[in-house]
Each structure stands twice: as structure tokens, then as C-alpha cells.
């Protein structure tokens, strides 16, 4: 007597999950532990794109659904912690979804021109936003982040000027030395627009008596209780061990210091995008340590350190969101009076979250929300230098 197809089946060894090794049903087509789909080692096109499609879409409602929710000061807390999870993403992976955007925008903010970079003094750098441009050369002010490329150019155009007086006689024509000043002229001309900016600061702080020029003859490089200035020349041709040689300087922790300085007057740009770069770690880390402070406020409530740190990632992810909209819309409108509210909106949001998530009466939560923004100032305050210090030091 033959055996039957079931009692065969049944005599065979169950199948086993490749993606996690356990063993799944003979007739199922999932396992019960992963919940991976059968794979006999074949993938169809159309099974791939249906999956790629599915996950899109799946995620990208979440997103936009958690992304408009977060407007609605709490709401997306407080249906976390109702059990309504698989609704939205997880909150430190929107998180960084939304600081990556911000910071895109940002740095195309900055590199648009809405947003400049100054390092005049070499010793300091500003940020100047909205700066109306007034001129209509072909650079109508001088980069500012190009601030060490125009006295490196202005020292090659010095050593071309110079260059006219090695000619041979018979080359020392009128026609020679004109076409020697045009371009000389040209070369020059974001190194003049420099000039005459410096030299309206100085006029308008009532230091008439400082002439511009020679005033980039030497940058300043600020320590903590001392000064170094270094000639220009030398910053060009020698190298930053060899600069501090000749400038006598042995402390391996002003070489350090005077190393980044020298680095950050060359690249201004570039350590500000550093900068940015390290803004997420900050929050991050602003987040963690405000979580305590709130579990110390409400310690009454028995609360996890996890709901206060999720209730203030939320907040945050909604803040950059908001800002990141703002910032987008900025390329291309003048938002100056927008920001104003803005950031009125994101401070008054937070009252209204830690009332509706926290659930005490107004006047507790006005004064504990009074507590917190100002721990906030201080603790941002602490930390954004902190990481300033260690980028500075890195960069």
C-alpha cells in the first residue's frame, strides 16, 4: 500500500526561515517568528517594486501623518502613550529625518547669500542675514567666506605688478604697462570692495584714523589672554609648523589652538558648516538632559525617564519642522517678519504640550514651563559651546 501525498508530506523535515533560521509551517507561506514570506531563491521584478512601492508609501504616510499632528500642540504624545504606536514612525528615526532637511536647508540658506560669513578681522566670525546687495560689479561685496582667497589673490597680484619691472626695456611700453594695471585692476577688485567695507566699519565706529590697508597687512589669532598677529605673507608661504616657529611659539596648547585658528581664517566656510553638522548631537544631547528636569518636576507622577525624553523628542522634531518650512520658504520670499512668530509659536506650543501630555492645572504648568525655558537658555547655552569647542578642535 502506497503512502499518501499527507502522510509523505508529514515525513518530510519542516522547512526553515532564512532570514532567522526558524522553523516555519509545511503549507504556510510566512513564518510565525520573522514573518518573512517563503523564498525558494527567486525574486521577481514585480515582487520587487510592489514591496519598494508598499514601504514608500507606508512611510510616507506615517510621515505626513505625524509630521501635520505635531502642529497640534501634545497630540502626538499622548497617542504614543495610548498605545497608538505603529501609526507613526519612531521618534528618534523622524527626528533625524527632520534635522537632516534643516540642515540642508541651512546650509543652502548660508550658500544662497541670505546667509553670510564674515572673517574680516580673521579673529572673529559673523553672520549677516538678508544683507541687501547694493553693488553691481561682478562681485558686488566681497565674499566673505572667501575672505583669506582675496588677500591671497591681492598678494599675487602684487608679485604680478612687480613682475613689470623685470621686463626688458624694449617691453616697457605704455601699452605694456596699461595692460599690466587693467589687469592688475581686475584682479584686485573684490580685495578693493574688502577695503571699503572695513573701511566703513571703521568710520562708523569713529576709527577714521585706521586706514583699512594697513590694517590686512596682519591677521589676529585671539587666545584666551594673549594675542597673536601674523603678517600676511607669512600666513601664504610657510607652513603652520613653520609659522609657529618663526612667531616663537612652543606650547603644544597655543599650537593647537593657533593651528585651528589659522585653519577656521582659511576655511570660515567650512567650519561652520562643521558647525551645523554638530547642531544635531547638541539637541540631541539638550534633549537627554532636559528629560531630567522634567522627570524631576513631575517625579510625583512616576513617570519613565523614556516618556519625558519621547514628549521632549517630539517637541523638537515639531520645532525643526516648522523652522525647516520656514527656511524653504525663505529662499524665495522675505520671511524677516514671520520669524517673529515662528518662534513665538514653538515657545507657546511647548506650554500647551506640557499641559495637555502632563495634565496639571495652568498655574503649575506655567511655572514649571517658566522653569524649564530658562534651564533650556542655559543648558543650549552650555552645550552648543561645548560643541563648538570640540568641532573647533576637530576641524
Known amino acids: 500500500m502506497e503512502p499518501t501525498p499527507d502522510i509523505q508530506s508529514e515525513k ?16 504556510g507561506q510566512f513564518c510565525s517568528s520573522c ?17 519598494f512601492l508598499h514601504n514608500i508609501t507606508h512611510l510616507d504616510g506615517k510621515f505626513v501623518r505625524m509630521a501635520w499632528q505635531l ?27 527632520v534635522m537632516f532637511f534643516f540642515l540642508f536647508l541651512l546650509n543652502k540658506t548660508f550658500d544662497s547669500g541670505k546667509g553670510q560669513v564674515s572673517s574680516r578681522s580673521g579673529a572673529n566670525i559673523h553672520i549677516k542675514m538678508d544683507e541687501k546687495q547694493e553693488d553691481n560689479d561682478e562681485s558686488s561685496r566681497a565674499d566673505a567666506g572667501d575672505f583669506f582667497k582675496t588677500l591671497e589673490r591681492q598678494a599675487l597680484v602684487r608679485e604680478f605688478q612687480a613682475s613689470y619691472a623685470n621686463l626688458p ?8 604697462h596699461a595692460a599690466f594695471d587693467s589687469s592688475a585692476s581686475r584682479l584686485s577688485s573684490n580685495y578693493r570692495l574688502l577695503l571699503r567695507d572695513i573701511q566703513e566699519e571703521l568710520d562708523s565706529a569713529g576709527e577714521k584714523s585706521i586706514r583699512a590697508d594697513l590694517l590686512l597687512d596682519t591677521i589676529p589669532i585671539g587666545l584666551v589672554n594673549k594675542e597673536y598677529r601674523f603678517a600676511i605673507n607669512d600666513l601664504l608661504r610657510l607652513s603652520p609648523d613653520d609659522l609657529l616657529d618663526a612667531y616663537g611659539i612652543h606650547a603644544w596648547q597655543e599650537r593647537v589652538m593657533v593651528k585651528q585658528g589659522i585653519k577656521s581664517i582659511k576655511e570660515p566656510k567650512g567650519l561652520l558648516h562643521a558647525y551645523l553638522g554638530s ?19 513631575y517625579r510625583r507622577q512616576r513617570r519613565y525617564y523614556v516618556e519625558h525624553f519621547i514628549f521632549l523628542l517630539h517637541q523638537h522634531s515639531g520645532a525643526f519642522l516648522l523652522i525647516t518650512l520656514a527656511l524653504l520658504c525663505n529662499l524665495w520670499i522675505d520671511m524677516a517678519w514671520v520669524w517673529l512668530l515662528v518662534f513665538g509659536w514653538i515657545v507657546l506650543s511647548l506650554l ?28 543650549f547655552g552650555g552645550l552648543f559651546f561645548i560643541g563648538m569647542l570640540i568641532v573647533f578642535f576637530i576641524f
Not at 518530510?12 to 503549507?27: A, D, H, I, L, T
Open 71 to 97: 502642529l497640534i500642540p501634545g497630540k502626538v504624545t499622548v497617542s504614543y502613550f495610548q498605545g497608538k504606536i505603529k501609526r507613526y514612525p519612531h521618534p528618534v528615526q523622524f527626528f533625524f529625518v
Open 169 to 176: 626695456p624694449e617691453l616697457r611700453t605704455p601699452a605694456v
Open 12 to 27: 518530510q523535515p519542516k522547512p526553515v526561515c532564512p532570514n532567522c533560521g526558524e522553523k516555519m509551517s509545511r503549507k
Open 35 to 51: 514573518g518573512q514570506k517563503r523564498f525558494d531563491g527567486r525574486i521577481r521584478m514585480r515582487d520587487l517594486l510592489s514591496k
Open 279 to 297: 547642531l544635531t548631537w547638541t539637541i540631541l544631547a539638550l534633549v537627554a538632559l532636559m528629560s531630567v528636569f522634567l522627570a524631576l518636576f
Open 352 to 379: 500647551i504640550a506640557m499641559k495637555n501630555f502632563y495634565g496639571e492645572n495652568w498655574f503649575k504648568t506655567v511655572l514649571k514651563w517658566t522653569t524649564y525655558c530658562l534651564l533650556y537658555v542655559l543648558n
